[in-house]
């Protein structure tokens, strides 16, 4: 039997940038955000923690088509992405703008298990729409 893992004012602090944030978060994001209150705190902490809340089932990996790892609260349920082109933002959409049921039968023969979606524009900050 496994013991369960203690908690640590680390791991409390980069569970809750995760929680806090709108959209999934790069490493470089959870550092920068963590720092603020751990000014201590290094990249290899933050590495290290975020396998061990993958491995606790708190936090997913979210792979976004560019092939970058950006980490989300494990039970968002299901929901898209945005990424802004301009700054780099990822939020998540609390819409499927895709109305393919599990299970979907697709031309070819093709069945449907999950779909994610990215779209992709600009954001309303980057817009000039939101002050900075």
Do not use: M
């Given at each position: 039997m496994t013991q369960p893992r203690?908690?640590?004012?680390q791991r409390d602090t980069i569970l809750h940038v995760i929680e806090e944030a709108r959209g999934p978060l790069s490493v470089q994001e959870i550092?920068?955000?963590?720092?603020?209150?751990m000014p201590r705190l290094g990249i290899a902490t933050v590495y290290r923690t975020?396998?061990?809340?993958?491995?606790?089932?708190?936090?997913?990996?979210?792979?976004?088509?560019?092939?970058?790892?950006r980490f989300e609260k494990a039970?968002?349920?299901?929901?898209?992405?945005?990424?802004c082109l301009k700054c780099g933002e990822?939020?998540?959409?609390?819409?499927?703008?895709?109305?393919?049921?599990?299970?979907?039968?697709l031309p070819g023969g093709y069945?449907?298990?999950a779909h994610e979606l990215t779209l992709y524009g600009t954001c309303p900050k980057c817009q000039g729409l939101v002050a900075s």
């Open positions: 203690r908690n640590t004012k550092l920068d955000h963590a720092q603020k209150s975020l396998r061990l809340l993958q491995d606790d089932h708190q936090i997913k990996t979210v792979i976004l088509p560019s092939g970058e790892n039970n968002l349920g299901h929901h898209h992405h945005f990424q990822v939020v998540d959409l609390d819409l499927c703008p895709l109305n393919i049921p599990t299970g979907s039968l069945t449907v298990e």
